[in-house]
């Protein structure tokens, strides 16, 4: 069974830093692709950055130049680098990852607070 465990979040002031983790239980390059969501409350989760098997990655216009998603194939671990983070940036932060069969799964999440 494939398991995804975020650790990092936590609270921090506007202009702070997190780094996010994302341990998966068998080899990433098992998926298509591994991403981070996030979802406020009272609205829709939505995409932050995306890696791809091939290192192609992708970001919401939001983050991008603030926030570096990375991967450590020996530690089968995605981060997500959040620098020069803003109140809206708060959220709760799940890993997504797609495995060849176009299967999602995703972790239970981490919570990721900014005061202004």
């Known amino acids: 069974q494939v398991q995804l465990v975020e650790s990092g979040g936590g609270l921090v002031q506007a202009g702070g830093y997190l780094r996010l983790s994302c341990a998966a239980s068998?080899?990433?390059?098992?998926?298509?692709?591994m991403g981070w969501y996030r979802q406020a409350p009272g609205k829709q989760r939505d995409l932050v950055a995306v890696?791809?098997?091939?290192?192609?990655?992708n970001y919401a216009d939001s983050v991008q130049g603030r926030f570096t998603i990375s991967r450590d194939s020996a530690k089968n671990t995605v981060y997500l680098q959040m620098n020069s983070l803003k109140p809206e940036d708060t959220a709760l932060y799940s890993c997504?990852?797609?495995?060849?069969?176009?299967?999602?799964?995703w972790g239970q999440g981490t919570q990721v607070t900014v005061s202004s």
């Open positions: 890696i791809t098997r091939g290192c192609s990655v």
């Open positions: 068998l080899n990433i390059f098992s998926f298509n692709t």
């Open positions: 997504n990852a797609i495995n060849i069969q176009l299967r999602n799964y």
